[in-house]
């Protein structure tokens, strides 16, 4: 399901150095200065749904109309509605309020989270 990913528990704080310099760890997953993390139940949920032996395709295409969560740069947190993909470029233009007003910009794919189950209404 995630090829090359290993889930590890552990107090980074401790025993990041330790993770990092094992064999076959490249490094931790972050998102600019914050470390990617995932609750305990959405694992459980993880582990629960895909048995040792299955394997699981997640589709992460984005549509205009989707909802996705800027995880990166000066927007980072902010929700918005994605309003044109463009496929060559590997970007997106998404639609966010801010400060009472509509801002569109062009972010990377890969610097947004998409919201599943969310759709903005057609």
Do not use: N, W
């Not at 914050?34 to 997640?58: M, S, Y």
């Amino acid at each position: 399901m995630f090829p090359g990913y290993l889930f590890a528990k552990f107090v980074y704080s401790q025993q990041h150095r330790a993770v990092e310099s094992s064999h076959g760890i490249r490094g931790v997953v972050h998102f600019g200065d914050r470390l990617a993390t995932l609750p305990e139940h959405v694992v459980r949920d993880l582990q629960a749904r895909i048995g040792a032996d299955e394997i699981a395709t997640i589709d992460e295409s984005l549509e205009a109309g989707q909802c996705v969560q800027i995880i990166d740069g000066p927007f980072s947190g902010l929700e918005a509605l994605v309003t044109c993909v463009i496929p060559a470029k590997d970007r997106i233009r998404v639609l966010f309020e801010l400060l009472g007003r509509s801002i569109e910009i062009e972010v990377p794919t890969a610097k947004v989270f998409p919201l599943r189950g969310v759709r903005a209404a057609a």
